[in-house]
């Protein structure tokens, strides 16, 4: 993927401009279902109007996929990304921190290259059997910023499937339901804290909305996503 797509450059990387199309057309064609296992139903996602414009919905029943879109971006040169979201409501008995209740209204990913080679035998083990089970092979790492039922903004989870995935809470508790609610993170800072090392190129954005574990639904609309130069 690195050696296929060339870096972006300018100020502003526009990863996703959802409020540029129409309610109802088909996404791009840059943007790929992810899917966690076949067998797991697909939440559904698809552009709507809103009060706030053009924006993505996910409708999870039980269900549990996401989207992406590849792309290389140098988080040194870009390492601040925006985006905005509104979460319908909560899923209740959801926790990020235990495997059978690992789900979250809201979720943004962005997914890291690097020398696979030279993490632990057990890790790349992990990341074999996720791809044999997916069908789709893991990035080195990924970082997803999500919202959380009770675990204070700010908090680094370690995905309890897989070592190689980190959240970061940038929203927590019932403040802010159904309201549109816009972010800015250091990507670059983030990686740092969450994994202890320095980042390669970031080479997919994505988002994902699930509820499967909990057995729950779960909404949400995602805005434009943006990537900017370092001032």
């Known amino acids: 993927m690195v050696a296929e797509l060339a870096r972006e450059a300018g100020e502003r990387v526009e990863v996703a401009r959802f409020s540029r199309r129409q309610a109802g057309e088909p996404l791009p064609a ?5 899917l ?27 269900s549990a996929s996401g ?3 590849r792309i290389r971006i140098d988080p040194n040169t870009h390492p601040l990304l925006e985006w905005r979201w509104r979460v319908e409501s909560l899923i209740p008995g959801a926790d990020t921190r235990l495997a059978a209740t690992e789900d979250s209204p809201a979720r943004l ?4 290259h690097g020398n696979a080679k030279r993490l632990a035998f057990g890790v790349r083990s992990q990341l074999r059997l996720a791809k044999a089970l997916s069908g789709q092979a893991l990035p080195y790492a990924t970082l997803m910023y999500v919202w959380s039922n009770r675990h204070p903004v700010g908090t680094v989870i370690e995905n309890p499937h ?32 969450a994994f202890g090392e ?7 954005v ?8 909990t057995r729950q639904k779960a909404r949400c609309q995602y805005g434009d996503i943006t990537f900017l130069r370092a001032p």
Not at 170 to 185: D, F, I, L, N, Q
């Open 67 to 69: 989207i992406y879109r």
């Open 162 to 193: 897989l070592e190689r995935i980190r959240m970061i809470v940038v929203a927590s508790g019932a403040e802010g339901v159904g309201e549109w609610r816009g972010y800015r993170r250091n990507v670059l800072e983030d990686y740092r804290r």
């Open 30 to 34: 840059h943007w790929t279902p992810y």
């Open 36 to 62: 966690i296992l076949p067998s797991k139903p697909r939440t559904e996602y698809r552009l709507v109007e809103t009060s706030a414009g053009i924006a993505l919905e996910a409708s999870a029943d039980k």
């Open 198 to 204: 320095e980042p390669w190129d970031i080479v997919a």
């Open 109 to 112: 990913v962005v997914s890291f």
């Open 206 to 213: 994505g988002v994902m909305t699930d509820a499967d574990n």
